[in-house]
């Protein structure tokens, strides 16, 4: 099967294996990752540097000759005293990592370059117009160059290394080690970033290709020293093994990946444009459900979308976005039917009211300052007749920071719930750790059930928990703010609404402004959330809950089904470079 067969006959496996990039931040915003279009590319290089992509062409010279020539071409240059005597390596017998053509040569990456041997570049040396190369100017994965920064714009006070045109520029520092570049022009560089020149016969093209196989790169994972800034140290550089074409069939194989790699680009483009235009047409046919006038309207808008259900919910981020436009649908009293029967929420609001001041008569609450009232400009949207615009902090007993200490993972008798114990809406509790802190001070911050914790700052910020199955004497850390719950009211309407996009505009809003986001209480206190009847609240619990199994056992199928695609997708990989 030629390598053009291997990408067409395989190619809704290449473009169909897709994975979720796990992501931090505001909403749903994950993104995905085109693992099989990724596969492909490494299959590519491993067959180009396997012998596999091309053929060999008959009175060629081979690679044993080629290192003929390299040897007489360093033995000149040490007679010219143009380089020292190199180090004798050892030899590559028996340790060869896979199988090579018989015209091929496992040789060590310093026995056929200048590897770790560059001049130096010292600090107000050199033109303002030279090229000066760091490790962010080039792209991870694909090493493109993002930037090209002269030394006017980006001064130096440290050593760098010098390089040529034609230089292959490694970047030595892990996680960076993918970052392979030629250099089109001279130039200095980070000591971090390694110009490695050949000796002769190779291709700068072929060692980069070389320098970027999965092969080398797991090479260079398992050999790197340091442990804050892991870095692949010039004696394992110069040991590693890497295989050695024929000069002609290295312009061969050069010119085959650089097509097959435009072919990924055109594959990877297409699946890109795919998923964003059908990320597109999910976004406009969920939008029409909450953008409904009526009921009437919003019956023939779910009936669109109904009709296109299977060909719409197709990834993980289409469901995920299913699950908000329900919640956002919840809110805004679309979900459930109203009763007549239920009463108003102006009178659950009084109790409310009533169940506040009875906490503050027995000395449970401290008497808080009254909030504004959601007029009707500031309100969002128009609710149901039944319902009622209250602030957050109306419907709450209290919301408040949390515990300033250390963690103590010795210490148990009450436990320090942190932001990162919070992981996919569930606690282990087992494995919170404790912290230090009196009784008196425990009371003020002791969890119960159905409480509900927001994160207030940083890449989580506005991610919410509802308490349940806490069977330890918990706190809450200080970057947490605690909603404190109310018997009257059912703390998981106010989880759902915390999951709508209208609290999350409305917390977009509030943590507005320069530097790390940070929301604070009173921003919280007085987001503007849909008060439906007590009775109603419990329908639309029940009726979201039934909803998100549903949304979850799709999710669920739908990773079976990408992870299936993953794995046929390593097979074809595996079955071609055997």
Not at 18 to 43: D, H, P, W, Y
Not at 327 to 352: C, S, T
């Amino acid at each position: 099967m030629s390598s053009r067969e291997l990408i067409t006959e395989h190619l809704n496996l290449w473009t169909g294996a897709i994975t979720k990039k796990s992501t931090s931040g505001r909403g749903s915003n994950s993104k995905v990752e085109l693992t099989g279009i990724k596969m492909l590319r490494e299959l590519i290089l491993e067959l180009a540097l396997s012998g596999k992509l091309v053929e060999a062409e008959p009175g060629e010279q081979s690679a044993q000759q080629l290192l003929l020539k390299i040897e007489a071409e360093k033995s000149r240059l040490v007679a010219e005293k143009a380089i020292k005597r190199p180090k004798k390596l050892p030899t590559t017998d028996d340790t060869e990592p896979h199988p090579l053509p018989l015209h091929w040569s496992w040789v060590r990456l310093g026995a056929v370059t200048k590897y770790g041997t560059t001049d130096k570049a010292e600090p107000n040396c050199v033109s303002d117009d030279i090229w000066v190369l760091e490790l962010e100017d080039i792209e991870k994965g694909s090493s493109k160059l993002l930037k090209k920064v002269t030394y006017s714009e980006r001064q130096f006070k440290s050593t760098k290394n010098c390089f040529e045109t034609g230089d292959v520029l490694y970047g030595k520092l892990r996680p960076y080690l993918d970052k392979v570049l030629i250099a089109d022009e001279p130039g200095v560089c980070t000591t971090e970033i390694i110009p490695i020149r050949s000796y002769v016969g190779i291709l700068p093209e072929f060692l980069r290709l070389t320098l970027k196989s999965p092969s080398f790169k797991r090479y260079a994972n398992d050999s790197t020293h340091g442990m804050s800034l892991p870095r692949l140290g010039t004696d394992n550089a110069k040991m590693a093994m890497i295989p050695l074409a024929p000069e002609q069939e290295q312009h061969r194989i050069v010119q085959k990946v650089d097509e097959l790699m435009r072919l990924c680009d055109r594959l990877e483009q297409q699946t890109s444009d795919q998923l964003e235009a059908h990320e597109t047409l999910v976004d406009t046919l969920l939008g029409t459900l909450t953008q409904s006038k009526n009921a009437t309207e919003l019956a023939d808008n779910w009936a669109r979308l109904a009709a296109h259900f299977d060909n719409l919910f197709t990834t993980e981020q289409s469901v995920d976005k299913l699950k908000q436009s329900i919640l956002q649908l919840a809110v805004m009293g679309r979900l459930v039917e109203q009763d007549a029967e239920d009463e108003p929420a102006q009178k659950l609001l009084n109790r409310i009211e009533a169940e506040k001041a009875e906490l503050v008569r027995t000395g449970k609450l401290k008497k808080q300052k009254h909030l504004s009232p959601v007029t009707e400009d500031e309100a969002p949207f128009k609710l149901p007749l039944s319902w009622q615009w209250i602030s957050l902090g109306d419907c709450s007993a209290d919301i408040h920071y949390g515990y300033t200490a250390s963690a103590n993972q010795l210490l148990s008798e009450y436990r320090l719930l942190r932001i990162t114990d919070i992981q996919d809406g569930k606690v282990n509790w087992a494995t919170v750790p404790g912290c230090e802190i009196t009784e008196k001070q425990a009371q003020q911050y002791l969890l119960s059930e159905n409480d509900i914790l927001i994160a207030r700052t940083g890449g989580t910020i506005g991610k919410s928990y509802l308490v349940q199955n806490v069977n330890v004497k918990s706190v809450f850390a200080s970057y947490l703010i605690r909603v404190r719950k109310l018997e009257t009211v059912c703390a998981r309407y106010i989880k759902v609404f915390l999951g709508s996009k209208t609290y999350w505009a409305q917390l977009y809003q509030a943590s507005m402004g320069t530097g790390q986001p940070n929301v604070n209480g009173n921003a919280l206190k007085n987001l503007a959330i849909p008060l439906p009847p007590s009775s109603e609240q419990y329908r639309i619990v029940r009726k979201v809950d039934e909803l998100m199994a549903l949304c979850n056992q799709l999710k669920e199928r739908l990773n079976q089904a990408s992870e299936t695609r993953c794995q046929l997708a390593d097979t074809v990989v595996t079955g071609a470079l055997n």
